[in-house]
């Protein structure tokens, strides 16, 4: 069988479709300088949520987990006028790293940060809904929970999306049964299939963007 060349094809659509501009190598830059750890979403599944988020006409979007911003640059950035941002990080020295980031971006107007951990955090944006889409991409035990949230608070014909669905490709690994993340990872997929409120699959593209349309 011919080997296919993954690393190949992601560069060839970062090349033509996900180009990093100065503000996105900045964010990693930033982020990496201050020893975050390096787990921002790829350009090229930035650009898959972007279109995403364009087929639905989202106008109202929640990012659980923002880490330093570099995923809500991407999604700010594919809401129309008067569309905004909602980012969720329940740390207070991040939270200021990514206004900072979303401001260099010239996305202060169509974003907002909040500070917070689930559930209380999300109980708080729930006033701020119905969404249009949710992002997640935070602790993966908390998945199914946020998943929880995001049917009771994406409307329908919204999307469920999440980062890490493969989670490093441990989730049909055999071997992974002890791992809280990767019993999170797999709850949430199995639940995103199984969910009749939800027309899902996952995306095969960087580490897995699940992605639901809410059909009831």
């Keep these: 069988m011919e080997h296919i060349d993954v690393a190949a094809r992601e560069a060839y659509i970062q090349q033509l479709f996900a180009p990093e501009d100065d503000v996105l190598r900045e964010i990693r830059e930033e982020a990496a300088e201050r020893g975050l750890p390096d787990i921002h979403i790829r350009p090229e599944e930035g650009r898959m949520i972007q279109v995403l988020l364009k087929a639905v006409g989202a106008r109202r979007v929640l990012e659980i987990g923002a880490l330093a911003g570099y995923s809500g640059v991407w999604i700010a950035r594919a809401l129309p006028e008067g569309g905004r941002l909602f980012s ?14 979303f401001r260099r971006a010239g996305l202060s107007e169509k ?8 559930p209380g955090g999300l109980e708080a944006l729930s006033v701020e809904g119905p969404f249009c889409a949710v ?17 009771d608070n994406v409307r329908v014909g919204g999307l469920v999306l999440a980062h890490n669905a493969f989670y490093h490709d441990r ?3 055999a071997d992974q049964q002890d791992d809280q993340f990767v019993r999170g990872v797999r709850l949430f997929n199995e639940r995103l299939a199984e969910e009749p409120r939800l027309f899902g ?6 580490d897995g963007i699940a992605a639901a349309v809410r059909v009831g």
Excluded: C, H, N, S
Excluded at 111 to 118: M, N, Y
Excluded at 201 to 206: D, E, L, S, Y
């Design 201 to 206: 699959t996952i995306i095969p593209i960087g």
């Design 135 to 151: 992002f997640i991409d935070a602790d993966k035990t908390g998945y199914p929970d946020y998943l929880d949230w995001a049917l």
């Design 111 to 118: 974003t907002e940060v909040r500070v917070g951990q689930a």
């Design 171 to 173: 989730v049909f690994d």
């Design 88 to 101: 969720l990080e329940k740390d207070a020295e991040r939270a200021r790293l990514v206004r900072e980031m």
